[in-house]
């Protein structure tokens, strides 16, 4: 079946502008995570959600970031006002009731 | 509060040859699962191997396989025979069942020399 897939592939903007990353999960998979992943570096936990639950928002860096699921299904990772810092790459990742997370290629965010 | 370590930012082996990655961690739980995963510079994570705290036994996939030691907090992977296309970050995670988030060590670059 179809993986997690993430548009766009790369994303190239300019400082002070909003990006939005999307994540499409595995089809039935409740559980859905974003990650940062800086240069040769290891995964940063951004965001977690489950189900119709709250969302667990506590690896967010700053309130210029945030992020939505709709339906149980897609999800967006919005950041406003980007910064340079801001750059890297960001990972999806669902998972489903065997517990196990199956990740997306990734979005690679350049801030100008 | 779980944490998850991995020893060596970097490593070699020769083709053909074996490697093992270290991984410890650190947790009060007794119920979990452990991953290692894979991300070759595609960029792409891919799971290469799970275990379940509670089996004894460990688990194997092909040419990978684990030491799955409980008691020392342990979970080394070893990749046996090594090809070219085994050059990637490995990355060990851990998971408390119930539980939701995965808590992922540092990194291991494994280069596979030709």
């Known amino acids: 079946g179809a993986g997690v897939s993430q548009s766009p592939s790369n994303k190239v903007t300019e400082k002070g502008k909003d990006v939005e990353l999307r994540c499409d999960p595995i089809?039935?998979?409740?559980?859905l995570y974003w990650y940062r992943q800086s240069l040769g570096q290891g995964l940063e936990f951004l965001i977690y959600f489950q189900g119709n639950s709250a969302p667990d928002k506590s690896g967010l860096p700053s309130d210029r970031f945030s992020a939505e699921r709709t339906g149980g299904s897609v999800s967006t990772l919005t950041i406003q006002r980007t910064q340079q810092e801001d750059s890297a790459v960001y990972l999806c990742a669902s998972s489903g009731v065997e517990d196990t997370q199956y990740f997306g290629p990734g979005t690679r965010l350049t801030v100008l | 509060a779980q944490t998850v370590t991995q020893s060596q930012p970097e490593m070699s082996v020769q083709e053909a040859e074996t490697v093992t990655l270290s991984c410890t961690y650190d947790t009060s739980e007794n119920n979990y699962y452990l991953f290692w995963y894979k991300q070759p510079p595609s960029r792409q994570m891919i799971l290469v191997i799970r275990?379940?705290?509670?089996?004894?036994q460990n688990a194997t996939e092909n040419r990978f396989s684990v030491n799955f030691q409980k008691a020392a907090k342990s979970f080394s992977l070893k990749i046996s025979d090594s090809q070219l296309g085994d050059t990637a970050m490995y990355f060990c995670a851990f998971i408390r069942i119930p539980g939701n988030q995965f808590y992922f060590g540092t990194g291991t670059s494994l280069t596979v020399i030709p």
């Open positions: 275990q379940e705290a509670y089996k004894q």
């Open positions: 089809s039935g998979h409740t559980a």
